[in-house]
């Protein structure tokens, strides 16, 4: 059974930092592509940053985020710098496995005063 586990979030202020982590575990015999994602309240989830033959950002995080992965621990990671109030979602780690689609259970950030 493959799992993948996400870490991170949690209140943080306008301009501040926080990082997330995702590690997947099981019987995993290649790991394609790897990102993040976030929904936020009435919104449709909408991709942050993914790693697959190229890395991609969405336009809204691009210079403030930053993405890496980690083959040997099966872990991919998303640095959130100069956070914005209208980055509060909950973030998912997704990690395209063995050929088929995992999600982690998702985390809360919330960015406020």
């Known amino acids: 059974q493959v799992q993948v586990v996400e870490s991170g979030g949690g209140l943080v202020q306008p301009g501040g930092s926080l990082r997330l982590s995702c590690a997947a575990s099981g019987r995993i015999f290649s790991i394609r592509t790897v990102g993040w994602y976030r929904q936020a309240p009435g919104k449709q989830r909408e991709m942050v940053a993914r790693?697959?033959?190229?890395?991609t950002y969405a336009d809204s995080v691009k210079g403030r985020f930053t993405i890496s992965g980690d083959n040997a621990r099966k872990s991919v990671y998303l640095q959130m710098n100069n956070l914005k109030t209208e980055d509060t979602a909950v973030y998912y780690c997704y990690m395209y496995i063995n050929n088929n689609d995992y999600w982690g259970q998702g985390t809360q950030v919330t960015v406020s005063p």
């Open positions: 790693i697959s033959s190229i890395l």
